[in-house]
Each structure stands twice: as C-alpha cells, then as structure tokens.
DNA sequence: ACTAACCGGAAGATTGCCGTCCACTTAGGA
DNA sequence: TCCTAAGTGGACGGCAATCTTCCGGTTAGT
C-alpha cells in the first residue's frame, strides 16, 4: 500500500468516527468521505461497503477502551481503585453515537468483526478479575458484576451528558464499600 | 367524532408508540398503519403531520409519568421515600426508544407541544420541592439537583436493560444518605 | 522518466417514504 | 328503516436522498 493511501485510509476512519458519532451509523458515505477530504470513491475502494468501514472503527475503538484498562491495572493501585479509574476514564471520553451505533448493531455482523470480539472478551475477562479481587476484600459490593459494569458504561457512553462524570462517580458511590460521600 | 373513528385515533397512538419504540421516531407512516390496522389515509386524517402524532405520543407518556408523581407524594412517606419509590416506578417501565426519541426532538418542534412542555414543568417543579425537603433533612447528598434526576431517569429510559432496575437502586444508594446496602 | 497505484466526483440506478385522492363503507339520527 | 355526513383504505405519482460504479486525470516511488 502506497504511503499516501494509508493516509488516506487513516483519515477516512477519523472522519468516520467524527461522522457516525453526529449522524448515527447511516450517516451518508459522502459526508464522511467530505470530512475526510477525499473522495467517495476512495472510501468504496478501500472499504467495499458500509460494515467494513464500521469495523475499522470498532476495531479502534475497542483499542484505546482496553488500552485505558491496562493503565488503570498497571497503576498499581488496588483493584478497587484500578476499576475506579477505569470507570472515571471511561465516561471522560463522551464517546456517543459511536458507542450507542455499536451497541445495536445486528448480530449478524459481529460475527466477522473478529479482532473486536476478541479484544472485546479479553477486556471482560480482566474486569472481572479485578472485580473478584475487589470483591474478595470486601471493597465492593457483591451484587454487581463485569457486565454490569460494562452495561453501565456503555449506557454512559451513548448519552454524552455535561455531569456525566459526576453520575459516574454517584454509582461508583453505590458500588464502593469503601467510599463514603460527605 | 363518530364512535369508531374515536377507537381508531386511540389505536393510532398506541400503535405509534410500539413502532417508535422499536423503529425511532421517523418510522415510516405505514409501519404504524398497519400495526393499528389501519389505512395510511386514516392516519393523516387524524394527525396531519408526523409531528402531530409524536405531539400525542408525547403528552400520554408525560402524563403516564407525572401521575406516577403524584402517587409517590401521596403515599405519604417521606420525601426521600417518595423519590425513591418515584424513580424505581420509571425504572420500571422500560419506555426505550419513546423516551430516546423524545429526548431529542429538535427544540423547535416542542414549541407547540404546550401540553407535554407545561405538565413537564410541573414536574420539574415538584422533584425539586422533594429533592429540597430530602436535603434538608440531610437525607440526600446535596450535589445532585432534580434536574440530574431527570436526566438520569431519561439516561435509564433510553436503554432499557434486565437489570435496569438494579443499576437505579444503585444510584440510588450513591445518592441517599441514609441507605447503606449490606 | 515511467508506470502501477491511486484519486475525485459526475451520473445513473435504486430505494423508500410521503401525502393525496377517491370510490367504497358505516355509524347513528330522524 | 333509510339517509347522509363522517369515516375508511390503500394504490399511486412524485420526490429526495443515498448507493455504487466508472473512468480520465494525477502521483508516488523505483
């Protein structure tokens, strides 16, 4: 692939992320290949259709989710406050669209995304470790697990709120034996 | 209006609903014909634009809701109580995409929803009478405002999820200075 | 300097929804 | 029972937006 290719290639997926986050995952391939600064058909040559592209996207976007979890387990801080951080992290990103479009996607297409369901169950694997651990020391309530988490998250993620931080750390006040507000 | 005609505008917004929920608010006119099992005639007769129809979804849903208040302030528990059993009530209804869809109406189309715009101010009115009493009281931690109530029932209406309930108990007891799950 | 790779975007095809219109049916009063 | 104003369904013409291809022109990189 030609270096101004990957370029392009690159740019494309920026502006699709841009694109789908204020005009849902039909946004139009024009305005995203507008944004980009190229042409439509560069987008069609590099991603045959509509599902490759969100793929690229998703593959990215799980990417930097689980890469933030790493930093919050390297932190070398409890698990507690690893998952603390993670959680904050998380609703600092204000994600949006992009989140809810992968949130509802048909089934079916999940099902050739192979790197994000990999990555995507790799990080669920490693949430739930450090809530067993956290659980196991009685710093968190034991009625809440990975998924929800994870639900909780993405519910955040797809409604972009000024004082979501601020809901965030509500919850984790509900979680976290540990913290008491006040 | 003749009897039968009357039925038929019932069934128009209930189909309405159902077909939103599941399909936004810009669902096609005849999916939502059909589901009342009606002609598309009949439907523009009734309501001459899709906003008129979203404009009745709209003011049942807001009334459903500030009724739900009301039992919540008569049940004659204390004001924490009446939030508390306030908000498990919306937690329960499992509104999705109604509420999502509402919730991002373009602001100029709520300009003629006088009715919707009025009994939600009212509302808004009487959370924050509740919130203010709870604070006083020292019953709830002060930096959470009706408003953010609002916005998280919204936030939780929008995602319908198993476990919705749970995640609103949750909240809850990040919010409420008295609750101490365990 | 040469060429394989790449690019842009015009244009034709397709899709899906809108909203009207009118011939037919029915509720409900006289 | 009869009569008619009110109500009904859904086919249809029109429109607008998006898809996807295709090709003449450009460029990176050897």
């Given at each position: ?5 990957r370029?392009?290639r ?5 502006a699709a992320r841009?694109v789908?986050a ?12 507008r ?9 069609y040559r590099?991603?045959p259709?509509r599902?490759?592209l969100i793929?690229?996207m998703a593959d990215?976007?799980i990417?930097?989710?689980a890469?933030a979890?790493?930093k919050?387990?390297e ?20 994600r949006g669209?992009l989140?809810?479009a992968?949130a509802?996607l048909?089934?079916?297409l999940?099902?050739e ?12 694997e490693r949430?739930?470790?450090l809530?067993a ?6 710093e968190m309530r034991?009625?809440?697990g990975a998924d929800?988490?994870?639900t909780?998250l993405?519910?955040?993620a797809?409604h972009?709120?000024?004082?979501g931080?601020?809901?965030l ?7 976290d ?5 006040r």
């Amino acid at each position: 692939m030609r270096a101004d290719a990957r370029r392009n290639r690159d740019r494309i997926v920026e502006a699709a992320r841009a694109v789908v986050a204020e005009r849902g995952v039909d946004a139009p391939m024009e305005l995203i290949a507008r944004r980009a600064e190229v042409g439509v058909g560069t987008v069609y040559r590099r991603f045959p259709d509509r599902h490759a592209l969100i793929a690229a996207m998703a593959d990215q976007y799980i990417h930097e989710i689980a890469d933030a979890l790493t930093k919050a387990e390297e932190s070398g801080e409890g698990a507690m406050a690893a998952l603390r951080s993670f959680v904050l992290w998380c609703g600092d990103q204000g994600r949006g669209a992009l989140a809810a479009a992968l949130a509802d996607l048909p089934q079916e297409l999940f099902e050739e995304m192979r790197e994000f369901v990999t990555v995507r169950a790799n990080m669920v694997e490693r949430l739930e470790a450090l809530v067993a651990t956290a659980q196991e020391r009685g710093e968190m309530r034991a009625d809440v697990g990975a998924d929800d988490l994870m639900t909780l998250l993405n519910i955040f993620a797809c409604h972009p709120t000024p004082r979501g931080g601020h809901y965030l750390r509500i919850m984790l006040d509900g979680i976290d034996n540990g913290s008491r507000h006040r």
